[in-house]
């Protein structure tokens, strides 16, 4: 059974950080594409960054600079650092797992107030 838990959101003020942490189980992790998306109310899921089983790292272009995302295979966990979080940041946070198939988390909250 394949479990992706996200972790680490809430709310903070315009210009604050929140770091977010995905937990995998049930999956070889470190074969895994990994990736967060977000959904802002009324809107579609977008990718906010993927980071590939070999490394390779892809941000939109919105949270360049801002987001880092990170893997630890090791532990099972893909991580996503938000500084210099804005209000268009606001939105649920989606871990996503790929390989033959794809996989989402439950998601988690983040607000950021102006």
């Known amino acids: 059974q394949v479990q992706l838990v996200e972790s680490g959101g809430g709310l903070v003020q315009a210009g604050g950080s929140l770091r977010l942490s995905c937990a995998a189980s049930?999956?070889?992790?470190?074969?895994?594409?990994m990736a967060w998306y977000r959904q802002a109310p009324g809107k579609q899921r977008d990718l906010v960054a993927v980071?590939?089983?070999?490394?390779?790292?892809h941000y939109a272009d919105s949270v360049k600079g801002r987001f880092i995302i990170s893997r630890d295979n090791a532990k099972n966990t893909v991580r996503l650092q938000m500084d210099n979080l804005k209000p268009e940041d606001t939105g649920v946070y989606y871990c996503?797992?790929?390989?033959?198939?794809?996989?989402w988390g439950q998601g988690t909250q983040v607000t950021v107030s102006s």
């Open positions: 996503y797992g790929e390989k033959e198939f794809g996989y």
């Open positions: 049930g999956i070889i992790f470190s074969i895994y594409k």
């Open positions: 980071i590939t089983s070999g490394g390779s790292i």
